[in-house]
């Protein structure tokens, strides 16, 4: 079937379809929301300030790196931005900080992922930040529509063609620089943060070492629990408030009951002020589950969006049943509103095909409701589905075991204590993917900083005055780490010369 990206409805059937027959729908990576609790544009004034600094260059990257077929030399460009601001030159060997984009284009990162330009004065250094392959401006085959196309198209987009691609580029600008003693820090986020660990420990010659935030590189392949993810969504809401976690556990049953009667449908449109009438209470159930794991993953300073959800329900009048509470707590974190759009989570775009079909491939996240331990219906995370709904949109089976035979991932403790060094694995425990990341220290230098209250990509976003004094000081943390590989480093280097 072949995939067109010019045909939104065709590509919103198929969201659909991937996200109501393979049990609930994985909820998103990504340093910074993209659902209701989407960060707004930056202020015109600050990001001028930031964008005088900024330097867009393109980089003619090879389509395959790993085949020497003619077709494998076509090249795309590849997007990447620097800033020199602070750098102190080649000559002094002054670091480089390479930020890794991920399953978006690189536009928002350069906005909203402030740890390299806070911390470039420090280290002088020279910043760059590396657009994925497929998002944004770096389209192999010239256009979006192309690069979409189908399966064929698409097969070039995967996690090792795009840490090779970074290789390139850093090699290329080190080179174009003459920085070759310039010691190379990767940072990343999310699956970004996936992409940074491993690059370290496959391109150990190009970077000093990598700072993976929320990287769960352990929800793969069955060494994370399924039920992991929203065992901390729960917690989250039921630290909150313990009446506000019993009202949203009960709430799935109502709207069952609900929609089981002959008008029920309609009886829940209107009571949710949805959109368009409900087809289904799945639809209904769907958006909820997508707004609860939003306000948990995103949970931050100084707004607690999980806090600002259990307020809405758990202030409602007095005789509120309990979806008139439900209600109460939408609105409260998506605001006033004409309607309420239950396919908010599902539309897709450019960066929401390309990353459909890593997950169809080789980003397999086994995420699931296994249980009644948490506040949602059972519903577990069904492999034999997924691959028929894969195979329907692509004709291409998932390898869900891949990333585990390519990277590791199974004892890694024992595996990587022999030969890794130089990663900071970085978490939150709010964060419902820190149920699959790295949490205890492996070695004495590939280590784990986490914070009890922290949440998805927390500590690499941009510094602000009103943050709390654990994020402070986890970023502190992070940064004398850092700074200790470059000590060592520099201590080589002049013993060397």
């Not at 389509?63 to 102190?88: A, C, I």
Request: hydrophobic share 35%.
């Amino acid at each position: 079937m072949a995939m067109n990206y010019c045909s939104l409805s065709y590509s919103l059937q198929l969201i659909l379809l991937l996200s109501c027959c393979v049990s609930a729908a994985v909820p998103r990576l990504g340093p910074v929301s993209r659902g209701i609790l989407r960060k707004p544009e930056p202020a015109a004034a600050a990001s001028e300030s930031l964008s005088k600094d900024l330097k867009t260059f393109f980089y003619y990257q090879t389509l395959d790196h790993f085949n020497y077929r003619p077709e494998s030399y076509k090249t795309f460009r590849q997007r990447y931005v620097m800033n020199f601001r602070h750098w102190g030159g080649a000559k002094s060997s002054s670091p480089i900080l390479a930020y890794f984009g991920a399953e978006a284009p690189l536009d928002g990162d350069l906005s909203y992922i402030g740890f390299l330009n806070d911390n470039a004065a420090r280290f002088n250094a020279l910043l760059i930040y590396i657009e994925h392959r497929y998002y944004g401006k770096s389209m192999p085959f010239g256009s979006p529509k192309e690069a979409m196309r189908n399966a064929s198209t698409l097969g070039y987009l995967n996690s090792a063609q795009a840490i090779a691609d970074y290789a390139a580029v850093l090699m290329h600008v080190k080179k174009k620089l003459s920085a070759h003693n310039s010691p190379v820090i990767v940072i990343g986020g999310s699956y970004g943060g996936m992409l940074a660990s491993w690059f370290r420990l496959k391109y150990p010659h190009v970077a000093l070492g990598a700072l993976a935030s929320s990287a769960p590189i352990l929800y793969f392949d069955g060494i994370a629990p399924q039920i992991g993810y929203y065992s901390i969504v729960t917690k989250d809401f039921k630290e909150a408030s313990e009446s506000c976690y019993r009202t949203i556990r009960k709430s799935w049953s109502e709207i069952d009951r609900i929609a089981s009667k002959p008008n029920g449908l309609s009886i829940l449109s209107k009571r949710f002020n949805t959109c368009d009438r409900l087809k289904s209470s799945f639809e209904l159930k769907d958006y909820l589950d997508s707004l609860y794991a939003d306000a948990a993953q995103y949970n931050q300073p100084p707004t607690y969006p999980v806090s600002v959800v259990c307020k809405g329900i758990d202030r409602a009048s007095k005789g509120t049943g309990t979806l008139g509470r439900i209600f109460n707590g939408l609105v409260a974190i998506a605001g006033k509103r004409s309607c309420y759009d239950t396919n908010e989570y599902n539309y897709p775009s450019e960066a929401s095909l390309g990353w459909r079909w890593q997950k169809c491939s080789e980003i397999v996240l086994p995420i699931g409701h296994a249980t009644n331990d948490t506040m949602f219906q059972p519903e577990p995370f069904n492999l034999n589905s997924f691959i028929k709904v894969c195979n329907s949109l692509y004709k291409v089976s998932p390898r869900p075991h891949w990333i585990t035979t390519y990277y590791g991932g199974r004892d890694i403790k024992l595996i990587l204590h022999g030969f890794a060094s130089n990663i900071i694995f970085s978490n939150g425990l709010r964060d419902p993917y820190s149920s699959g990341g790295v949490l205890e220290n492996i070695s004495d230098t590939v280590v784990a900083v986490y914070t009890r209250h922290g949440s998805h990509c927390l500590d690499i976003l941009a510094a602000k005055k009103s943050d709390p004094h654990w994020l402070v000081m986890q970023r502190k943390t992070e940064v004398e780490i850092i700074k200790g590989w470059m000590d060592e480093y520099y201590t080589d280097l002049a013993n060397r010369q």
